[in-house]
């Protein structure tokens, strides 16, 4: 825990590019190599190969979608320095 803070404290972007390092290249990377080839020269009849190769695509689809959605939205927020609040409250 200290680590980390200390970590933070001295490098303050080293956080994200860690999360985007390992989360949307080195660990679908790995993954989905274990899946797509390694798991086809391990097991030549797994029933549900392309089941789960797809749902793993997928996901990795969706964490890319999510990322840019995030970068977009702290992109406007340093451009703009306001946020308006667009929620509707029922009174």
Known sequence: MI?????????PGLD???R???????FPLKVLYATCVSSLQSVPNFPFYFFF????????????YWFLFIVV??????????????????D
Do not use: G, Q
């Open 3 to 11: 680590l980390k803070n200390v970590r933070a404290a001295n490098c």
């Open 20 to 26: 985007f390092w390992f989360r949307l290249y080195w």
């Open 73 to 90: 939205f702290v992109v406007k927020v340093l451009k703009v320095k306001e946020v308006n609040d667009i929620r509707e409250y029922e």
């Open 16 to 18: 994200e590019v860690v």
């Open 53 to 64: 190769s797809t749902l793993l695509l997928a996901l990795l689809l969706i964490n890319i």
